[in-house]
């Protein structure tokens, strides 16, 4: 994984972790929390599809298809990590 696969991701993912906040209400973590988890779930979520071959290396160049690669793997990592965090959240509480 690159520098700028990296950063793609790693925004994409604080973008998808705050929109998955808001759009669960029960599920929001507040704006620093929705993006520290969106930021580890992005760049947790594209190293693995880059690691297991489902996003394609752009090999030096970036071309339009790694970026949107990068972008909804780094959304969907994020809002996907911000759900378990928030689960993780409402269980301990209970306790």
Do not use: F, R
């Not at 998808?16 to 992005?42: E, F, H, V, Y």
């Not at 297991?52 to 090999?59: D, K």
């Amino acid at each position: 994984m690159d520098l700028i696969s990296l950063l793609i991701s790693l925004v994409s993912g604080a973008v998808g972790g705050n929109i998955a906040g808001a759009a669960m209400a029960d599920k929001n973590l507040g704006p620093l929390g929705n993006s520290i988890a969106g930021i580890l779930g992005g760049g947790i979520g594209g190293a693995l599809l880059q690691a297991a071959g489902v996003l394609a290396q752009s090999g030096g160049g970036i071309d339009i298809g790694s970026i949107l690669g990068n972008v909804a793997s780094g959304g969907v990592g994020g809002a996907i990590l911000l759900i378990i965090v928030s689960l993780l959240k409402s269980a301990m509480a209970k306790t």
